[in-house]
């Protein structure tokens, strides 16, 4: 079990052993030293960087674990938002008001809340500076931070976002997204252009989702013949993985959606409502297209904080941690969850949610000066929402084989995973992983396995 012993000599030297020198080199006076000593230490006993969801689920396990105010969470947001709800709030199936909570109400009363931003990680010394000048000494660090939206890679694209009569929206963004809806509403014909950028991006299948979403909503309202929906991809392909893929593009095929791939977009003129793409097949060669509604992804990084400091970070940004353990691969007591980290899977809140146990896991371990053994397989999952009643849903591991829950084929668009997607996941997020008791459907995929339901293996 990985129950904290109380503190012991050999549990100080095992746990030294554990972080080779990236402990405080006074880590020991935390079990032997004054009360005073002691109450400075335990506030920083874990360092949590960010209050989304890999954040809140971590505090909350490890601070119900540790105890009272051993964990400080680093987060300067008011609210934290449901962002996988957003596609849907884009397709006007719910309100933003619906997506988001009050950060203190999120994050665990066990938990101390710093409301600043980090401003350096100095994983040499232990310690992260605040915007609010503090610097947060801390035995154990778990980064949490997301992914940043960079809107402004793109020319004219904020200006286009934040120009109220403009045709371009984006759901990524709860600053953007309402304007989605408005879009859909007022394009009676013409093009309808979605986007996908030449990068790594959270919820991969979020760009496709609103183009299923805004197509029904054509049909729906009897104006599909006038709209044409171009998906302009910087893929090579529609989904990484072959089962879904295979699904998805007999469903584009049937409803005669243009897939462009190797399509990025590099340009935007809103006034003339032209959007500029690079083929990167053809690299420099650009080419125009009109729209009458454009549906951008932005391109997404580690946030500057992260990316800079480039101890913690493999060369593309994300912080370097073994994608088995989701420890850092230098500094053995830093760990990653979520999309900040470099481990190849796709970047969901379910994936998040699989790899809650994982760093919990490992990072108790370290606590007690055990080697992390806990293991991460990869686990992600996408309902790929398809239109006003459908979703198929894809699970899928580092191999991106698919590893269904469901006792059925789930490559099929169905009402009951659009029902799941729309109604229970929202309450399985606010309820049981936001309190640390969500660790994914690994457990009920080995229960059905179990009784037997399960398809072929
Ligand atoms: C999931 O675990 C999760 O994390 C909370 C999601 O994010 C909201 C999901 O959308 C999905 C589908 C899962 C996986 C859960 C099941 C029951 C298959």
Known sequence: MNRRLPGTISQCQKLLLATHNHAPTAFSTRFLSTSRVNRERQECQVLVVGGGTGGCAMAAKLSSRLGS???????????????????????????????????????????????????????????????GGKTIKYDFLIIATGLQLNYGKIPGLVEALETPDSNVCSIYSPKYVDHVYECLRRTNKGNAIFTFPN????????????????????????????VNII?????????GVKHYAEALMKLIKRRNITLNVQRNLVEVRHKDNIAVFEDLAKPGVHYEETYSMLHVTPPMSTPDVVANCKKLVTPTGFVDVDQLTLQHNKYSNVFAIGDSASSPNSKTAAAAAAQSPVVFK???????????????????????????????????????????????????ERYSMFFMKKELMPVLYWKLMMNGYWNGPALMRKIFSVLKFNKKQ
């Open 69 to 131: 105010d051993k964990v400080v969470v680093l987060e300067p947001e008011d609210k934290h938002y449901y962002q996988p709800m957003f596609t849907l709030i884009g397709g006007g199936m719910k309100r933003l008001d619906q997506s988001h909570r009050q950060m203190a109400d999120v994050l665990p009363t066990k938990a101390k809340w710093v409301k600043e931003k980090a401003l350096e990680f100095d994983p040499d010394n232990n310690t992260v500076s605040t915007s």
């Open 362 to 412: 490992n990072v108790m371990a370290a606590i007690e000066g055990k080697a992390p053994t806990d293991i991460y397989d990869g686990y992600s999952s996408c309902p790929i929402v398809t239109g006003y009643s459908s979703c198929i849903l894809a699970e899928f591991d580092y191999n991106l084989t698919p590893v269904e829950t469901f006792p059925l084929d789930q490559s099929k």
């Open 199 to 226: 990068c790594p991006i959270k919820c991969a299948g979020a760009p496709q989702k609103i183009a299923y979403i805004s197509e029904h909503y054509f049909r729906k309202m009897g104006r599909r013949d006038n």
């Open 231 to 239: 998906y302009n991809t910087s893929l090579p392909v529609i989904f």
